[in-house]
Structure formats: C-alpha cells, structure tokens
Nanobody
Framework: QVQIMESGGDLVQPGGSLELSCSASALNLNDYDIGWFRQVPGKEREGISCISNTDGRTRYAPSVEGRFSISRNKDTVYLQMNSLKEEDTAVYYC???????????????????????WGQGTQVTVSS
C-alpha cells in the first residue's frame, strides 16, 4: 500500500528555521513531480513549492520565495524553511503533484488520479 509521510514539523520562534521531509513507502518519489502544500483551518490548501522529477526545476509561491527551498536526496524530498513568520503556521503536506501560483503564472503538474498521493501532514507552528 502506498503511503506518503511528512515529518519535521515543530513549534519554532519567528525568524527560525525548520526542515520538513517527505518520504514514501511502496512508491519511488523520484518518479514524480513533488509538491509541498499548506493549509490553515478555514482556508483552502495552498501550493507553495514544487520540484520536477525530469529536470529538477524548482518553483515557489511568492509568499515563500527566497525563504523556502525544496530539494531531493535519493528518495526523500525536503523543504528547508528559513526566516519563518507567524503566517507560515499551517499543516504542511507533500503530494505527487504540483499546483501553485508563482510570480510568473500558475504551475500544474498532475500525474492522473491513479498516481495522486498525499501525506497526512505535519504541523508547523511559528510563535513566540
């Protein structure tokens, strides 16, 4: 059974850093474009970053560009988050798809319903 797992969420002070990890069982993440998303209660899920599986190209939402960095190492995808702000507080998810607004337009990479997988999320809380 395919399972996506996020880890690394924590409570951190404003200005601090965290690194989130995305891994999978019964699935090779290297075969997929991987997106990071976040959701605040009462709001829609927001795509914030994406890494391509073909050329490694990375993309970011304006709200995180310059502060967050997505990368891959073997079969794990990471989201390095620096200069965290209180408004970054959310549940963070990774998925085998990308859907986000960037400064140059909307980016969508969709593998089809049979290949769309999501993790359960990891809580990031930025508070003093």
């Amino acid at each position: 059974q395919v399972q996506i797992m996020e880890s690394g969420g924590d409570l951190v002070q404003p200005g601090g850093s965290l690194e989130l990890s995305c891994s999978a069982s019964a699935l090779n993440l290297n075969d997929y474009d991987i997106g990071w998303f976040r959701q605040v209660p009462g709001k829609e899920r927001e795509g914030i970053s994406c890494i391509s599986n073909t050329d490694g190209r990375t993309r970011y939402a304006p709200s995180v560009e310059g502060r967050f960095s997505i990368s891959r190492n073997k079969d794990t995808v990471y989201l390095q988050m620096n200069s965290l702000k209180e408004e970054d507080t959310a549940v963070y998810y990774c998925a085998t798809k990308c859907a986000l607004f960037t400064s140059t337009g909307y980016v969508s990479m969709y593998p089809g319903p049979e290949n769309e997988f999501w993790g359960q999320g990891t809580q990031v809380t930025v508070s003093s």
